[in-house]
């Protein structure tokens, strides 16, 4: 049974930077496409960035690009975001995810099998 648990997020200014990690747990980690997503209040869960299973490639919605960065760790079996230059509208509950096997679309939340419980991320003055 695959077991995410996502951490490092907290309230941050305007303009600061935080860095979540991802704990997987449960099958190969390096196998597998991983990713994060966000959901504001009242809002879908969104699309944030993703990274192949080897690591070779990224992925990021526009709204991200130039602020915030994955990278994966095999050898402890995390994923991490750094996310600086933070602005109010990144206030979300960010999930890390596990793609699923043979998926392709690591934009689309279809492709992913297991999700953890969240981080909260809170971006206020």
């Known amino acids: 049974q695959v077991q995410l648990v996502e951490s490092g997020g907290g309230l941050v200014q305007p303009g600061g930077s935080l860095r979540l990690s991802c704990a997987a747990s449960g099958r190969t980690f390096s196998s597998y496409a991983m990713g994060w997503f966000r959901q504001a209040p009242g809002k879908e869960r969104e699309f944030v960035a993703a990274?192949?299973?080897?690591?070779?490639?990224?992925y990021y919605a526009d709204s991200v690009k130039g602020r915030f960065t994955i990278s994966r760790d095999h050898a402890k079996n995390t994923v991490f975001l750094q996310i600086q230059s933070l602005k109010p509208e990144d206030t979300a509950l960010y999930y890390c995810?596990?793609?699923?096997?043979?998926?392709?679309?690591?934009?689309?939340?279809?492709?992913?099998?297991?999700w953890g419980q969240g981080t909260q991320v809170t971006v206020s003055s």
């Open positions: 990274i192949s299973w080897s690591g070779e490639s990224t």
């Open positions: 995810a596990q793609g699923a096997q043979g998926g392709t679309d690591w934009y689309s939340l279809e492709e992913y099998d297991s």
